[in-house]
């Protein structure tokens, strides 16, 4: 089980600082959102992403995949009834997932809440756009070697996927294994009717949860809020979760550095504290 820093925590230092400073701290990897790159992410010429890749590796960390993809480029949407917009949307999914997979990641987290929501008299047909969105997205996973993940977020956030029930219907009804969901503690716990242990319990069996991102509540890192991450963590290991973990933090107090040092010392004891 990896555990990785998604990288708009220290967005503010150069790439190549994130990376050593992750390393320093006893993360395995940098997760990277795609905005942090540039404007244009999708499109970073060869040589660009083959120095991120060195970057890492020199470093002593991997790049573990990708998260908050619809940022960039601006003017995104995967529900919108508009086919130009739609079509520029799929094909920048398609593009992050050759990035992801040129960059040595093997996930790709879908959450991006401002760019699914749904047209107030529109609902079902946009549900349907992002089904056919997802279609393609997994389609571009699979042949890039990659998995695709639709991330459940929380009322407050999004209107449209909320439960990992809900990403889950998505997943089986494309039916692509490239396509799978994930457990974002911070929204299962704000929005989910079960304790997350048991959604672990529920839904790691099935074959569906291809990632988890480690947050409280309150939006603050592991151990920063109410959220015992102690009885997660024990289920995940007694699921027998080999996927990776991204910590990500939306509020940084007092500010990204230190946030992403708290997080990992806390993480990385209760994993050396549990029973194996």
Known sequence: MLISLCNEVIAS???ERQCEMAAQLGYDGLEVSPFTLGDEPHVLPQERRRALRRTAESAG??????????????GLSIT????AQRDRTIGVMRDL???????GGK????????QRRLEPGFEAEGRKIAIECFAAAGEAAAKAGVTYCVEPLSRKQT??????????DIVSAIGNPALRTML??????????????????RWLPTGLIGHVHLNDPNRRGPGEGDLKFAPIFTALRAQNYAGDCGIEPFVYVPDGPTCAARTIGYVRGLMEALPR
């Open 97 to 103: 997932c050759a990035l992801a997979a040129d960059l």
């Open 159 to 168: 209107d449209h996927i909320n439960t990992i029930a809900e990403a889950a």
């Open 184 to 201: 974002d503690c911070s929204s299962a716990a704000a929005t989910e009717t079960e304790t997350i242990p048991d959604l672990v319990k």
């Open 13 to 15: 230092l150069p790439f």
């Open 80 to 83: 919108s009834r508009d086919a």
């Open 107 to 114: 996930i790709l987290v879908h959450g991006s809440p401002d």
């Open 61 to 74: 960390i991997v790049i573990t995949g990708l998260h908050y993809l619809m940022r960039a480029p601006a």
